[in-house]
């Protein structure tokens, strides 16, 4: 059979996986999973009243569709589209380039149980990774000085995802700079300059987005302040907070603190700490503190303690050395809602959710094995053919992901979703590249191996030594 049949062949069958799948997927968890999140946020969108809790530009987005078509199908559909659409840009181009094993590879990478079922329910994190996905896509397929409407729809992308989260602009700038012409990055100091002024951009739009839509401040903020002010007390012994009327609140906070999750602050939790958030926020108003002061001066005072307190919770959040599961990786059904939106049960969610559940306890479910991957790509770009298109991707996901490691308040698998995909994705085209016969020194390729298997020899371990 010759090449050109067999590619065909291949192109074909791809794209009825694809295709396939895709409707499976929506089809499986329609109209979409609703988790509290996202009950807040379509709560918003129909009263037209929005808070900065969660994204507004979300909120906003979402009532928008309402008035076509109510309920959170159109949001599901929307990440789906731009899911999809994003892996079907790059199956096509390594397929355009006769790479049908990268194409293969990409087809894999796209159908990663976790992924999967993530995508299923209507989240902030679903639908910044969808428009990321879109934009490494168009990415794969833009030339040096050429393409400037893929550029321009990329960018306009790249902006829109960044009003999804306050960090997500860690994961935007890598490829915003990718997107810009060549000149203005042509040396390492107008590369650096570009990434200096790009990333102070985007972490303005989403501050600006807010404003545009008239947002009232929820002071979310506080949230990690909280956290971290707890984490600071449990770990020096000395109280941080600002003079609450709580009798020993060193002692009181040794019980509400958790290096899992900040939420034992919250007011949502069934036994909220009387350390509580309301409670923070109303005697820093009344003594007319600032809370940002407040939280920096507590870091300078216990550089140790916070850093004791960050390293713990990163661990847990990226599931490095831990011992259990932390948490249920992702959401089988929609929490209980007065609109009556609700997934019905059936086999093909019951597989996914199987397969996720399985993933999710080996190493391709840990988070910092996605970041070992990405840093691995990284050592390894230079001298490789997709490196131009590998080292954004990756960057994006070491940024983003490594980002946690200092504003992270919770360890949900969901804040590492595009860490995932972009590793995976920056990962199969650095092998399509070395399975091609592209040159790469014996000593380059172990050190960028290095990464991984550390984080895998030393995960795997610790939880063999803990059973």
């Known amino acids: 059979m010759p090449l050109t049949r067999i590619s065909r062949s291949i192109a074909i069958a791809v794209a009825l996986i694809v295709l396939s799948v895709s409707f499976l997927q929506a089809a ?10 996202a009950i807040r946020q379509y709560d918003q969108a129909l009263s037209g009243d929005f808070d900065d809790w969660h994204p507004p530009a979300m909120g906003w987005l979402w009532r928008e569709f309402s008035q076509i078509y109510a309920g959170p199908s159109p949001m599901l559909t929307l990440q789906l589209a731009l899911y999809w659409g994003g892996f079907t840009l790059l199956i096509a181009k390594a397929l355009r380039t006769g790479r049908w094993g990268l194409a293969i590879a990409l087809t894999i990478a796209a159908l990663m149980p976790i992924s999967m079922a993530l995508m299923g329910a209507v989240l902030k994190d679903c639908l910044m990774a969808g428009a990321l996905l879109s934009v490494a896509g168009l990415l794969a397929w833009v030339r040096p000085g050429c393409d400037p409407w893929f550029r321009a729809i990329a960018l306009i992308l790249v ?3 960044a009003t999804l989260r306050f960090n997500a602009a860690l994961a935007c700038i890598p490829l915003a700079v990718m997107l810009l012409p060549g000149r203005v990055r042509s040396t390492p100091m107008r590369l650096a300059s570009c990434s200096v002024i790009v990333g102070l951009i985007l972490f303005c739009v989403m501050p600006a987005a807010n404003r545009l839509i008239g947002a009232r401040p929820s002071g979310v903020e506080t949230s990690l302040i909280m956290f971290d002010l707890g984490g600071i007390t449990e770990f020096s012994s000395v109280n941080v907070f600002p003079a609450v009327p709580v009798a020993n609140p060193v002692a009181v ?3 509400c603190y958790s290096p899992v999750r900040w939420d034992p602050y919250s007011w949502w939790v069934d036994e909220p700490c009387p350390i509580g958030f309301e409670l923070v926020r109303a005697t820093l108003k009344a003594r007319h503190q600032n809370a940002t002061l407040l939280w920096i001066s507590a870091i300078v005072a216990h550089p140790i303690a916070y850093a ?3 390293l713990r919770h990163f661990n847990i959040n990226t599931r490095f050395l831990v011992h259990d599961q932390i948490e249920r990786p992702v959401q089988v059904a929609s929490v209980t809602n007065v609109w009556g939106y609700q997934v019905t049960p059936n086999p ?3 597989t996914i959710d199987h397969a996720a559940l399985a993933m999710a306890v080996t190493p391709l479910g840990w988070p910092i094995t996605w970041l070992a991957i990405a840093l691995g790509v990284v050592i390894a770009a230079p001298g490789l053919p997709s490196r131009r298109f590998t080292v954004p991707l990756a960057l994006s996901a070491l940024l983003y992901g490594s980002g946690y490691l200092v504003v992270s308040v919770a360890s949900e698998i969901r804040y590492h979703l595009w860490t995932m995909l972009a590793a ?5 085209f650095t092998i399509s590249d070395v399975f091609n016969d592209a040159r ?4 380059r390729l172990a050190f960028s191996c290095l990464p991984l298997t550390i984080v895998v020899l030393l995960g795997t371990i610790w939880r063999v030594l803990a059973l």
């Open 440 to 443: 790469l020194k014996k000593t």
């Open 308 to 310: 004791e307190h960050r």
């Open 28 to 37: 499986a968890y329609w109209p979409g999973l609703m988790t509290w999140d």
């Open 424 to 428: 995976a994705i920056a990962c199969v």
């Open 159 to 161: 902006v829109a995802a």
């Open 253 to 255: 906070n040794h019980h």
């Open 348 to 350: 093909a969610l019951a």
